[in-house]
């Protein structure tokens, strides 16, 4: 795990602003009772991990459609339940 900057969540209340400066220059984690409750990035960052991922279901979408193997609706709607319920 990366070494992240740390704030509780009282603090990053009151310094909101210095907060909003620190997360555009790394991920700062927000903790409530020594909790990680929370991590805020930058925009860029948010919208830079968005196209990796996406990036990623595009592989798997493609190994799929080379495989030729291929689910139906339904097997796809129990299979992301199962999902969701994990």
Known sequence: MI???SIAAAM???NFGQLLDS???EPVTI???DR???VLISNEEYHRLEALEDSIWAA???KVLESGK???A???VEALSKILRE
């Open 23 to 25: 997360a555009q220059k």
């Open 12 to 14: 990053a209340k009151l």
């Open 60 to 62: 798997r979408a493609e």
């Open 70 to 72: 291929f689910v139906t």
């Open 36 to 38: 990680p409750v929370a």
């Open 3 to 5: 070494n992240m900057k």
């Open 31 to 33: 903790t409530k009772k």
């Open 74 to 76: 339904s097997e796809s």
